[in-house]
């Protein structure tokens, strides 16, 4: 047999051997975050098969007290985690933990722990440089920033912001809440919800400093007792979207990134038109090609899919897609697009959909898996 002959049959094979490397480093480790008041121990982790959408389980990576979000680093080392109670070393504060975190096996190793000044932190993100972290207490109606050090952990809160005011409406007022903390694309601001006083703040963010400064204009309301929760920006960054936690809409806003500021374009439900039992919203998310944004409703426990408009920004509904348990809190849409994980944090368990990213349509894939109280996923990318 010739050399040619050889080699061309051996051409298969190569190409195969080369593909299962770059098949394994395609895939990412899921963490979950979770309250631990009754199954749980804290965060736990799945490696994830972007081939599939396959979950498969690495097991408890951390176990703390109520690790309700979580966020990763960007230069995904360390992952971070709000430690949703009201007392930490006997003040009426939550805390935030540091991880480094091993890419291989999915574990976890504390690096420090400091209060987030507030009870009830419920949100953090880290700027897109990792230099800042920044925790929205809900508890607490505040905001505070922190250093992150070389080392991945943090330093003391360089600002600690307490809002003032109220909300709601004259027959349900409320308090401050602070609901999450988003970066802008430019990571020049970021855009913090507080539920309770129906407003999306926004603040300059100081990279050097790891400080933050009321912008001008400070803020941008949506309607009164819609309850601002989270927020998403487009990857053009020309829109923002809104999901208001006590009205169960969406608000989107045309936003202009040289002054940080926000305008109303459309406001509409996320649910169908004959649901009118007691619903809110969770988790909101952009789908990485902008075409499509997705809700979760708890009550009708769906997730509400919209298509978007790219000249506009409107949405319009594509369809509403059961999250096969009870009180979906969170979901996330995994590295390339292709799945979502939901978790349901009333019924212990996550479910795997395909998406489909033409129409922006979600199927079920069959998979479940049981964990108590799912509340936050995260990805990030696993090494072989």
Known sequence: MSFDSVFLRAVPFLLLALAIPAAFAADSIAYFGTYTKTKSKGIYAYRFHSATGKLTEIGLVAETSDPTWLAIHPSHRFLYAANEIGNYKGQKAGA???????????KLTQLNQVSSRGDGPCHLTVDHTGKVLIVANYGGGSIASY????????????TFIQHAGTGGTPQHPSPPHGHSATMSPDNRFVLVDDLGLDKVMVYKVDLGKATLTPNDPPFAKTAAGAGPRHLA???????????????????VF????????LTEVQTLSTL??????????AEIAVHPNGRFVYGSNRGHNSIAVFAVDAASGKLTLVEHV?????????FEIAPGGG??????QDTDDAFVYKIDTATGKLTATGQKIEMGAPVCIKFTPGTP
């Open 96 to 106: 935030i933990t540091a991880y480094s975190l091993d890419s291989k096996t999915g």
């Open 147 to 158: 250093p992150v050090k070389a080392d991945g952990s943090l330093g003391e809160a360089a």
């Open 233 to 251: 920006f487009s990857p053009n960054g020309k829109f923002v979207y809104n999901i208001n936690e006590l009205n169960s809409t969406v608000t």
């Open 254 to 261: 045309a936003y202009d990134k040289t002054r940080g500021a």
């Open 272 to 281: 169908p038109a004959d649901f009118h039992a007691q619903n809110s919203t």
């Open 322 to 330: 059961s999250s096969q348990g009870k009180t979906p809190r969170s």
């Open 339 to 344: 799945y979502m994980v939901v978790g349901n």
